[in-house]
């Protein structure tokens, strides 16, 4: 058992940004891979950034250049720095989690992350 939370969504400006920030608790010591998800209203999922227990990154193109990952799995911690936010950002941001015996991971469906933060919602206006 594994719980996740999010937190530093908010309503900002386009060209302004936000951090947010994602700690997990619980059943943690197996973690592998640990991802940023967003959803807008009435658009499927999709993968933003994630972090592996080897500390490889990676970010999504349609963020890239704009947003960084970070963390440690090993501390349980995830971060998503989102800079020059455009409208086409907001949707809700979802902190993922995968354990080491998890199989078939998608970081762009979030197929095979099996524990799911609450969200944070990130609205950007122009």
């Known amino acids: 058992q594994v719980q996740l939370v999010e937190s530093g969504g908010g309503s900002v400006q386009a060209g302004e940004s936000l951090s947010l920030s994602c700690t997990a608790s619980?059943?943690?010591?197996?973690?592998?891979?640990m991802a940023w998800f967003r959803q807008p209203p009435g658009n499927e999922r999709e993968g933003v950034a994630s972090?592996?227990?080897?500390?490889?990154?990676s970010v999504a193109g349609s963020v890239k250049g704009r947003f960084t990952v970070s963390g440690d799995i090993s501390k349980h911690t995830l971060y998503l720095q989102m800079n020059t936010l455009k409208p086409e950002d907001t949707a809700k941001y979802y902190c993922?989690?995968?354990?080491?015996?998890?199989?078939?991971?998608?970081?762009?469906?979030?197929?095979?992350?099996?524990?799911w933060g609450q969200g944070t919602q990130v609205t950007v206006s122009s």
């Open positions: 993922a989690a995968a354990g080491a015996d998890s199989l078939h991971l998608d970081d762009r469906t979030g197929t095979g992350y099996n524990y």
């Open positions: 619980g059943n943690t010591h197996n973690l592998a891979s």
């Open positions: 972090l592996d227990i080897d500390g490889s990154t």
